[in-house]
């Protein structure tokens, strides 16, 4: 079992102590200037968030070297993009979500026997989910028009037969619905422009969908 870490966010979108990498990551990945650093105890923690960020990372903080492609201005760096992948069709499906800004992997669901479609489907209601419960403010990109639209009308609209192998998939779907019934969102959905832009970076780098 991973030993559990402290994150101290001193600049970032939203400033304090956070219990997990995930949410560190989305307060400081594509923030310009953003300070933060790992503690093993909550205690260590809390005094360095009282203290200055220079104290601890200074002369030695980790410089990040790593190349990333750039995307043009009308890309919202600071966002998630998410994208499916099927072998087959049906066949082994699975989502994922990748933070824009510093391509970094968020979420990820599968394989399970499904179609693109509803994975496209499922990671942009997984995308909802997960910002409305941490909070944070930023807009999701998906490359399905089809999804878009499914997601608008709160209802998978799929042709893949429920049988028993289906089955656990269709009841993952049903709980994406209620959410979305019940649920509301001031998030942007937004459509990745491939054409222009380039593949979408939570693209699993596969063909034939």
Known sequence: MAKQKYYVVWDGVTPGIYSSWEDCLLQTKGYEGAKYKSFDTKEEAERAYASSPYEYIGKNARKETVKLATYPDCVIENSLAVDAACSG?????????????????????GPMKGTNNIGEFLAIVHGLALLKQKGFDMPIYTDSVNAMKWVKQKKCKTQLPR??????????????EKWLREN??????????????GEIPADFGRKGR
Do not use: C
């Not at 069709?89 to 800004?101: K, L």
């Open 184 to 197: 509301k969102y001031t998030t942007q959905i937004i459509k990745w422009e491939t054409k222009q832009w």
């Open 163 to 176: 049988t028993d192998k289906t089955e656990e998939l269709f009841l993952i779907i049903e709980r994406a």
């Open 89 to 109: 069709n049906p066949g082994a499906m699975e989502y994922r979500g990748v933070h824009i800004a510093s391509r970094q992997e968020i979420f990820h669901f």
